[in-house]
């Protein structure tokens, strides 16, 4: 069956010892084997897209499979219960994440019946493939191979190019895991069953299955299904082992030689890839009627028998890793693979989508990092690089935080697969930097974006008060004129309309807000006053010494009440953002930025109002300020932390189905 | 706690690939000993006990971890290029003045390890050979000086092996070649002819220490710590632009075969040229920074005043380093075309 067929190579790579066989000696451990946990906690943000919104509230009782989440949108998919029982609260927990931050979940108590939902199957062949897809958004199908991205979304043919190749990923080149080779290994036909369904929907003229040939049970298997399958245009083909040969666009160029760039959709070039635990989830949704709420789970690293397991989400990590052997000596749990996995941030947190293996780490199975040595320009990163870049020049530009030039270098292009951070002789953990440096590029695009915003809102204000001054000064003219015209007799008010007309005209900025406007009245005033000041600057400090504890006193309470104010509009605003939480929606970055913004001019009056009088006054609002920078900062490491989360999942999600 | 993806490492270190680069040296060490006594092994130790002082006073000075840094090797490996590139009647003085101007002011005054745009090797040499012409560049010839260095010599080897007038006073034939032709009447047979300073391909005994450092770098290759590129650029450079000169009047000028096996050219191919800190990145980078310095070097042998130019050639393809490596960026996977 495998047809000899030329196969294509990318460059660089590497090979890290692979540490698979200890996990794949015996059998997965099925659901059916596994006691439940005393409680699941099941995020509701499982996938890349919108955030789901919960459907069930504390005290409900929930079935089996029954929808939790709400698919928020398109770009999105539903969660589901994994066991009966009732619901303890919907509440933000700890998520499966590096950065320690919350995330709304559902928490569960199982009443140990295990009962079903009604399942409903769907026969896709007689479906039209968007009712197909909807089917699929709510079952929760995600990319498995790590990126989670809704599948539903990606199993759309390209408008313009005819599907040409269905790749299916089985090659998972991360050492340790061994959850998509078991899952061939044992239920290979129904991994094809899945495969079929997605071909139906892309209209694929071909089907390539890729496995790494460091993997010949699996390879035996999909081969023996699809020989079963008769059907000569579904392909299993082994791939030479080489990191990361699972790469999405790695394996796409493998076994078809298209090179998909950065930024575009496969599907513009004919092909697309999805992750054999993908075909697996898929094909239980749509012809079992179950929707996804378990997954295989590789447990490796330090514990007494590394295993797959199939493990229900919402389970806690260390709920699973005791099922395997704890190790005393753990001291953190790397979801993923080591190349490209994420530190947990505590034991207990829950397994989700995209967790494809729990790795046990302890000291002696991850040696903590050498020292690290400045770069000497080998270029090892560069020979290593499966995406053609010059690791080393974009370390040099990150360090420099010279992003523009990073940028040059195709900083986006970086799957952040490791193998450069790997091969380095230096031990600089060049990985780290390139995070370090999209972060930094996005958060100041955000910022260019809501200062941007900020202007067009400020002129438009400033257009507008001007307008409004204007067409009041006309009235009040015409009325004098009116009124001259009646009476015949001049007032002295008609001397001073046109007076308070032309003032705004002058100094729009200053007086455009309106005439109620208590903040803009101290801001004025503060200004007057800061004005009057420098000019008793200027006769040479001839003020008289008692005017000054009066001024100081006010200024004091000026920058107390404009500070004041800022501080309430940036928590109300930012307390408005968190509630939108995930900052995927990018609407929440603008306000929150509006409202440090404003902070940052209150706070810069003040401050130059503070220089101006040059007193102790000074030191008294100091602590204010120290606070509110300190919380801004909280709020916007914790906004770009959200954000670069929700961005890299979804680059990594376009980019790669690592398996 | 634990850092960030990739939690495993390949067994790479800076003080593996110095290791390696040293014991490529050990083969030509071993020739010119064979060649020409054990004199080069006291340089050798000069120059390492310089450059380890040197650089374990510059990293006190500049604060940084003198044990991870003393055992990186690097300062090591630019003493044995400064020994071994350095004519072998240098007084020990010039080699440990060297040493230590690589060490302070090549490298560590411009940042240290991996921040220094020149090969401090180089600089050294050129600093030494523009200072002390004389001592850096007369080989044989000058009385006086082989006088010093036999004095020298015995000094500090007062039982080693006694060294021998004939040793000392061949010549490097791009020097005999030069100075040779500038005869009325002379040619390249001529010239060579002189088997006191020729061998059968190039400088008597030298020849042998540039197949021992081709023999050494082609490990080097093999082991990847150097790439094929910058070698073969500088090779088949110096090749085709000596090879094109011999061919329209090989009465005046030199065959490849003996610009290639004469002087510092395979030293540089394989250990001088490919000091990755200072030498171009890219690969097409690599093989025009080769061929440019093979140019320069060919000028300066066949028309320029010093007796070779791999030093001088080095340091201005140094320069232009950022340039080539701008210009010659590959291209990234999906932007081909």
Known sequence: MNALRKLFTFNGGVKPATNKIESSRLPIVPLADLPLPPQFVVPLHQSVGGIPQPLVEAGQHVLKGQRIGAADGNFSAAVHAPTSGTVLAVEPRLMAHTSGLSMLSVVIEPDGKEEWIKSTPLDWRNTDADGVREHLRDAGVVGLGGAVFPSHIKLRAGRNTPMKSLIINGAECEPFITCDDLLMRERADKVLAGVKIMRGLLGAQEVLIGIEDNKPEAIAAMQAACAANNDATIQTIAVPTRYPAGGAKQLIRVLTGIEVPHGERSTDYGVQCFNVGTAYAIHEAIELGRPLISRMVTIAGNVGQPRNYEVLFGTPMDFIVRQAGWQSDTNAFIMGGPMMGFRMPAFDVPVVKATNCIIAASPRIFAPPPPEMPCIRCGECARACPTDLQPFEMYWFSRAKNFGKVQEYNLFDCIECGCCSYVCPSHIPLVDYYRFSKTEIWARERQKDAADEARVRFEARNERAEREKREKAEKLAARTAASRAAAATPSPESGAAPASAGSPLETPATSGSSGDDAKKALIEAALARAKAKKEAAANGEAAPAAEKPVKKELSAEEKQALIDTALAKAKARKEAAAQAADTANGASAPTDKDALIEAAIARAKAKKEAAASADASVAEARPAKKELSAEEKQALIDAALARATARKAAAAATDKEQS | ?337
């Open chain 2, 1 to 337: 706690m634990i850092n960030n993806s990739p939690y495993v490492r390949a067994q790479a270190s800076v003080t593996r690939v110095m290791l390696k680069v040293l014991a490529a040296l050990v083969p030509a060490i071993a020739v010119y000993v064979w060649q020409f006594g054990p004199a080069i092994l006291v340089k050798l130790v000069l120059a390492t006990a310089t450059a380890l002082v040197c650089e374990s006073v510059m990293l006190k000075l500049r604060g940084k971890p003198q044990a991870l840094f003393l055992t990186d090797l690097s300062a090591i490996v630019t003493a044995w290029l400064i020994a071994l590139a350095f004519p072998p009647l240098a007084p020990w003085w010039v080699v440990v003045t060297g040493t230590a101007l690589a060490i302070v002011v090549a490298k560590h005054l411009y940042g240290g390890l991996g921040q220094n745009p020149f090969n401090p090797a180089m600089v050294a040499y050129c600093v030494m050979i523009v200072a002390f012409p004389s001592l850096m560049s007369q080989w044989p010839g000058d009385l006086n000086i082989q006088a010093a260095a036999l004095a020298e010599h015995a000094q500090v080897f007062p039982n080693g092996p006694a060294m021998t007038l004939d040793a000392i006073t061949s010549a490097t034939p791009l020097d005999a070649l030069r100075t040779g032709l500038r005869a009325a009447g002379a040619t390249v047979a001529s010239v060579s002819s002189d088997s006191a300073t020729f061998g059968s391909v190039a400088g008597r005994g030298w020849e042998w220490i540039a197949l021992a450092y081709l023999v050494g770098g082609l490990w080097l290759v093999q082991q990847k710590i150097i790439t094929w590129h910058i070698p073969a650029g500088f090779i088949v450079g110096l090749g085709i632009i000596s090879g094109a000169f011999w061919l329209v009047d090989s009465a005046h000028y030199a065959s490849p075969l003996l610009h290639l096996a004469a002087g510092g050219s395979m030293l540089g191919a394989f250990f001088i040229l490919t000091d990755p800190v200072s030498a171009s990145t890219t690969p097409r980078g690599k093989l025009i920074y080769a061929a440019g310095a093979a140019l320069i070097v060919y000028l300066i042998r066949v028309f320029g005043a010093y007796p070779d130019g791999v030093a001088f050639a080095t340091l201005l393809m140094n320069i232009v380093v950022p340039l080539i490596d701008m210009k010659t960026q590959p291209p990234v996977f999906g932007h081909k075309q």
